[in-house]
């Protein structure tokens, strides 16, 4: 069984940064598949942030956070992260982790639309403050 373990979120002042980890376990280092970060803010919908496909080959990022933020993956681990700098206010929100299986780097769409039934953590949240 596939399991996501988010950590890392915090309090941050606006203009600071943070990092945020995403641990899998049950997922296959050498099969595709499209590892990604989203949040979710009091009453506004879910937003992709950012995704990674195996070996890093591809990489995308919402226009709100492009320049911003960055998804990475480390060699050797099922893990992703997420660096946050110049954090905002509208920053402020649960971020999740999540993963899917794919036989093609199209992890843009998916970033853009990803199902319920996809491997999801359960959150860290952000709180970004003047």
């Known amino acids: 069984q596939v399991q996501l373990v988010e950590s890392g979120g915090g309090s941050v002042q606006a203009g600071g940064s943070l990092r945020l980890s995403c641990v899998a376990s049950g997922v296959n280092l050498y099969s595709r598949f499209c590892m990604g970060w989203f949040r979710q803010a009091p009453g506004k919908e879910r937003e992709g942030v950012a995704s990674?496909?195996?070996?890093?080959?591809?990489?995308y990022y919402a226009d709100s956070v492009k320049g911003r933020f960055t998804i990475s993956r480390h060699n050797g681990e099922n893990s992703i992260y997420l660096h946050l700098n110049s954090l905002k206010l509208e920053d402020a929100a649960t971020y999740y982790c999540?993963?899917?299986?794919?036989?093609?780097?199209?992890?843009?769409?998916?970033?853009?639309?990803?199902?319920?039934?996809?491997?999801w953590g359960q959150g860290t949240q952000v709180t970004v403050s003047t």
């Open positions: 990674i496909f195996t070996d890093s080959l591809a990489i």
């Open positions: 999540a993963a899917q299986r794919r036989w093609s780097a199209d992890c843009r769409t998916w970033l853009q639309a990803p199902s319920d039934s996809d491997y």
